[in-house]
């Protein structure tokens, strides 16, 4: 109750402080151009509240095709997470913020992510973000991800079998979670021991919680938890890199095995390495977005195909010509998922319809025009994967599911962005695409699946989530 109490003094004070600040201070536009339409909201915490519960209900687009249609198509101002923003909207939009990275903008993200993802540096989590996009490109290129689909499909066998396999009925959400979470762990730190692996997950989910929580650090709140579970998991992953340093050193493991060895041995341009805690901030980095958003994609691929007989069908017959096609006990190869095009058409069409990267923020770092308005520095800007994926005008019927849509040459620049787009595209997109179709794999061939909750609710908060986690009752396929 004391923590409660508190907690309310808290946002009580901010509510008091930030009030002020707002009654005394206006953003000025440009000379001679108006800033974009639209409103604030309320003192302090803007439009926040609707743009949060519109995901809380499922329909994350309401927000932004509300605004667009009272508004503008293009651009509307609003005020989120404390702060003037502007709402980029359509093929355009998408495109001026990709095209104009550190330009006229830069990736921001709120404060409160330092402290959940400290730099043992004492640069912000920007500035490495920067230095690890620089480093991935080795690790995740073709010759790269070549090797990963047979531990892949090792890791994928073992998951089904330990946690589907004889099953009557599961819950494909925390599933999902653990099969790319082993992933993770194993491609990035060679972490593959089962107990290992699970001894890391508990904490990883809090630390996710603690990620997109109010950001009060007090005893029991989400933001202090997951401040602890960071703490925690940046201590074991620094007795792991020890440990490394010495088994390379003896010759006991490979300089090529995971990422962390990569870490341990590539210098930056000054030739200077890495120490042991700026490497475990990185790792641990990764191993959130190495399986946080693939695990939402993977929970929706069974919802549709459970939905939609026919295009299971079609999953089904090109994964089963895979399958026959291999000997007994082998695995798959890179050019077993070459074949699988309408399985990643399928997939495709789920990340339009529910993106687990829902959208994303930048920071003017000038002020500039678009569109006619004016765009103040140091404005907070977002684009939303939903102001293309769900526009008629981009992709007509828009709730329909169809898979055709990605035959050919595909959509056009700028209209499917599930993993964002210039420069900062998620370097992992190929990484996802594989641990997705053999997910894909071993699940079709092994089950057809009906949902327990035919109307279960969809929550975004950030990614798309079933409301209870999808459960589903198997049926396995008869031998």
């Not at 502007?86 to 998408?94: P, R, W």
Request: aromatic share 12%; proline share 7%.
């Amino acid at each position: 109750m004391e923590v409660f109490y508190a907690s309310l003094l808290c946002l009580f004070v901010s509510f008091i402080f930030l009030s002020l600040h707002l009654l005394f201070y206006k953003t000025k536009p440009i000379s001679g151009t108006a800033l974009p339409p639209g409103r604030t909201g309320w003192p302090v915490i803007g439009e926040s509240l609707e743009f949060l519960s519109t995901g809380w209900k499922g329909h994350p687009e309401k927000f932004i095709f509300d605004r667009m249609s009272r508004y503008s198509a293009h651009v509307f101002k609003t005020h989120l997470l404390g702060e003037r923003a502007a709402v980029f909207c359509g093929a355009a939009g998408n495109k001026f913020l990709f095209s104009n990275e550190n330009k006229l903008v830069q990736a921001w993200w709120p404060s409160s992510v330092d402290k959940i993802f400290p730099s043992s540096t004492q640069t912000s989590s920007k500035e490495e973000a920067i230095k690890m996009r620089k480093m991935l490109p080795n690790f995740l290129k073709p010759e790269a991800l070549h090797r990963y689909v047979g531990i892949m499909d090792q890791i994928a066998q073992k998951h089904f079998s330990d946690d589907w396999d004889n099953k009557k009925e599961v819950v494909v959400f925390p599933l999902a979670k653990n099969y790319t979470f082993w992933l993770a762990c194993r491609l990035f730190v060679s972490i593959e021991d089962r107990t290992r692996v699970d001894k890391f997950a508990e904490p990883f989910n809090l630390l996710a919680s603690g990620l997109i929580s109010i950001p009060i650090d007090l005893p029991g709140t989400p933001f202090n938890k997951g401040i602890k579970a960071s703490n925690y998991v940046r201590k074991e992953l620094v007795s792991i890199i020890k440990q490394r340093k010495t088994d390379l050193a003896e010759g006991k493991a490979s300089p090529t095995q995971d990422i962390l060895s990569h870490m341990l041995l590539t210098s930056d341009e000054n030739g200077k390495f890495m120490n042991e805690l700026d490497i475990a901030d990185k790792i641990l980095g990764l191993l959130i977005g190495g399986h946080d958003t693939a695990s939402s994609a993977c929970t929706f691929i069974v919802k549709y195909l459970a939905e939609l007989p026919e295009i299971y069908e079609g999953v089904y017959k090109e994964q089963m010509e895979i399958a026959k096609s291999k000997s007994p006990g082998e695995l798959l190869n890179w050019e077993d998922l070459k074949k699988m095009k309408y399985s990643w058409n399928v997939a495709c069409e789920v990340l339009r319809l529910a993106p687990p990267l829902q959208g994303a923020f930048r920071e003017a770092i000038a002020d500039f025009a678009y569109n006619g308005f004016s765009i103040p520095k140091g404005w907070k800007l977002y684009w939303s994967a939903n102001s293309t994926h769900k526009n008629p005008e981009f992709f007509p019927e828009p709730q329909k599911f169809d898979p055709s849509r990605f035959e050919g040459s595909g959509p056009a620049p700028y209209t499917f962005v599930p993993f964002g787009g210039g420069p900062r595209m998620c370097p992992g997109k190929e990484y996802a695409r594989l641990e997705i179709l053999v997910f894909m794999h071993h699940l079709v061939k092994r089950f057809k699946w009906e949902k327990i909750i035919p109307d279960e609710k969809i929550v975004v908060d950030p990614m798309p989530i079933p409301a209870k986690g999808l459960p589903i009752r198997l049926y396995p396929h008869k031998a």
